[in-house]
């Protein structure tokens, strides 16, 4: 009998999910659903309200993280309808240092009167703790955007609970190769899966995973009514890229503790933050709750911000460019965005690490970080 796709590894899943009934003659992938309309009669009726396509993204996604998911236009799309489930008003905690379109968007609706904003520092349990009294919604990354810092997630997770706190996990730098937050009781999951679940930097597209019945039903209501839908083919897009996932952490991730573990050495370097090294602050909570520590390093240089941006732009190889996630390294200076958050320090360099030859990109960052020592 064929293997049940709950009794395979993440490693299978990620290949096998997602694909049509197998038939004579059928295809072995979901094919390009370009439509606006069906013909009447069946469940779909519409394509703002799904499509085939997209079913086959959301299904691989919802597997891999444990529930049920919803595909949006873009990471904020996604972001964005979760933080429509707050009540006008309402208390969303969240990290001092995350995403920063995620922060922008709070800070936007906290200014407007629309939510009431309690940043806190994720990687603290007691005070994650503290700052739920009162709350509607606890929202964290973790590893967070750009800081790398842990978040307790069960811990979190449990104070949330107490308090009647809904809890939001963005499990887009870990992804659900490393990490499941709802296994931890989490009620929805995020991804911007422009990055390494789509792993080309060629699409931009969002995720939500919640195994809530209820949560799912506004989240897709939210999606359907805004409109923040996905393209067929930007889904057929991640789809292909996600069978690749497996492969591209495994090589992403063992050049990234290779590379943080050099930075730490280099005199042009003075502090390398990444969850894989012993000696980051993060680290046990890291190798308890995940199965991987990612494939982003940051690390901070000697000098002023220019120094820093000279670095970024003295590379070769590796590609200086926002977003992360892709098969090509990337790497740049997080405080060259006027809405990152100001306690980043200046010469802070977010390195997103790809699937090139770690010598290689070793050999043109150390002779980029040369330059300025």
């Not at 395979?8 to 072995?28: I, Y």
């Not at 897709?220 to 083919?233: E, M």
């Not at 042009?268 to 980051?280: A, E, M, W």
């Amino acid at each position: 009998m064929p293997t049940s796709p709950r009794q395979q590894t993440p490693a299978t899943l990620v290949v096998s999910l997602g694909r049509p009934d197998a038939a004579p003659d059928a295809p072995l992938n979901v094919p390009i659903v370009l439509t606006s309309a069906f013909h009447a009669g069946g469940p779909l009726g519409y394509s703002r309200f799904s499509n085939p396509t997209w079913e086959a993204l959301e299904e691989t996604i919802g597997h891999l993280e444990g529930g049920r998911a919803l595909t949006f236009a873009s990471g904020m799309g996604a972001v964005s309808a979760v933080l429509d489930l707050v009540p006008v008003g309402g208390v969303v905690v969240a990290p001092s240092h995350s995403y920063s379109g995620t922060a922008s968007r709070l800070r936007d609706l906290d200014v407007s009167g629309r939510i009431v904003l309690r940043l806190v520092a994720i990687d603290d349990p007691e005070a994650v703790a503290g700052a739920c009294e009162g709350a509607a919604m606890l929202w964290w990354e973790t590893p967070t955007n750009p800081g790398l810092e842990i978040c307790d997630i069960a811990a979190a997770t449990a104070a949330a609970i107490a308090h009647g706190v809904t809890t939001v996990c963005d499990n887009t730098f870990a992804t659900p190769l490393a990490q499941r937050p709802l296994e931890f009781g989490v009620d929805i999951v995020v991804h911007s899966a422009t990055k390494a679940l789509s792993g080309h930097s060629d699409v931009l597209l969002g995720a939500v995973v919640t195994n809530d019945d209820s949560l799912f039903d506004s989240l897709h209501r939210a999606r359907t009514l805004i409109g923040a839908i996905p393209g067929p083919f930007e889904a057929w897009l991640a789809l292909r890229g996600i069978r690749t996932l497996a492969l591209r952490l495994r090589q992403s991730q063992a050049s990234a503790i290779t590379l943080a573990t050099r930075l730490q050495a280099h005199p042009g370097v003075t502090r390398v933050r990444y969850p894989g090294l012993p000696g980051d602050p993060g680290y046990a909570l890291a190798s308890r709750q995940m199965t991987g520590y990612g494939t982003i390093v940051s690390f901070e240089t000697t000098g002023n911000a220019d120094d820093a941006e000279s670095v970024c732009r003295r590379t070769a190889l590796i590609l200086h460019a926002t977003s992360l996630g892709g098969v090509e390294t990337t790497m740049e200076r997080r405080r060259r965005w006027p809405q990152e958050s100001v306690d980043i320090p200046e010469t802070l360099i977010r390195l997103s690490v790809g699937i090139e030859d770690v010598e290689d990109l070793w050999a043109d960052l150390s002779s980029a970080l040369n330059s300025i020592t």
